[in-house]
């Protein structure tokens, strides 16, 4: 009987164990998943913003970079934000602190458009 | 600068060769003759001098310009259009824009008439830097024509609004860049349509600089030549690339009243001229590196041509006034 009750009860402890193993894995990867969560990037290419339009959460910081051959620029119609000129290969970040959606356009080349919807 | 005969089909060199070189259809009774000016654009690309003298058109291949009369070339007023030079690009569709720009200069010493001055039509630098405002104004010191006149591009005007461009070059002009000036009994006015542009918008005069210019001609004889410069095309080219200007239309209007008015614009970085009424609308070259022709590529961007042509597509403008004649004759050429 006590054998079968030490048994069990180191079953118990493993299980639990396990459990609060599994616990904190499952912690760790949702800790990893909102970390890749709270960023996203737009290419910037042949004249576009790709994607153009984009969903994140609030607190997400946005990349954009500029893979054109010629310089951009990511500015935000309402006055939100606004990069300096971008060349090739250089990067411009914002953080969304509020939700809202977000148009922007490059002022160089105003016909390029794009938005960020923050939810 | 000769136009190679082996570069031109049969029936251009056939045409070229006509004895007659006047072209008179003029099917609308109003002194333009448009079948003669759209043969003339055609020959553009292998050098053709189109004249617009008393309302006919008259056009002349460039490789016989050694047989014309000077008297018909020459004018009181001799004047080279160049424009965007972006000083600063360095990628495949031109490593060295410094030389390009160099050959434009060597390209406008070596005209016959030397211009009187330069008109650059924006697009000075590539990224708005210091040093690549430096180096152009460096390297059009060598040019024949002292005196140049420039209005913005949008390249010339990021990151700060303007303010380096208007401290560079905008000495006597209003705030927002535009002025006006007299050469010879032509009024030149250089307008400036790249600032506040708007989101998927074309580009922009605004309600101040429109209200300046009716000002500016509203006393002038309608004799008066008018020559206009402004760095994105003042007729609608391609909206879908933001290749025109959403309030031109006004401006135009204001100048209704003159018999000539040139309009000289750059931005597309290839040549397009049309003629509507009594105004003559003209793109330059740019000496940095071509765009493609309007739909035919998926983007406006730099078009990479092979490296031994590519002086073919980049060019200089030289125009001359001869006082009493109707229009100004636009010469292009380029730097091949």
Known sequence: ?119 | MRMHWRDVSPGERKMANRPKDEILHDHNNDGIDRRGFLKCMAWAGTGAFCVMQGGVLKSYSMSRLSEMNPADMKGELSFVQISDSHMGFNKPANPDVAATLQAAVGKINALSTPPEFMLHTGDISHLSKPEEFDTVEQILKSASAKDVFYVPGEHDVLNDDGKQYHERFGKGAQPGGWYSFEKKGVHFVGLANVMNLKAGGLGTLGQDQLEWLEDDVKHLKSSTPIVVFAHIPLWTVYPEWGWGTEDSAQALAYLKKFGSVTVLNGHIHQIMQKVEGNVTFHTACSTAFPQPKPGEAPSPGPMKVPAEQLRSVLGITDVNYVQGKHALAVVDSTLA
């Open chain 1, 1 to 119: 009987m006590r054998r079968s009750v030490f048994v069990a009860s180191l079953l118990v402890t493993a299980v639990m164990g396990l459990g609060g193993m599994v616990a904190e894995h499952k912690s760790f990867v949702a800790s990893a998943q909102e970390k890749q969560a709270s960023s996203a990037e737009v290419k910037i290419d042949n004249f576009s913003f790709g994607p153009v339009a984009i969903t994140v959460a609030v607190g997400t910081t946005v990349t954009w970079i500029n893979r054109d051959d010629i310089p951009h620029t990511v500015v935000s119609t309402d006055k939100v934000f606004k990069s300096k000129v971008l060349d090739t290969d250089e990067k411009f970040s914002y953080t969304f602190t509020k939700a809202g959606e977000y148009p922007y356009f490059c002022s160089i080349h105003p016909k390029m458009t794009g938005k960020v919807v923050v939810q």
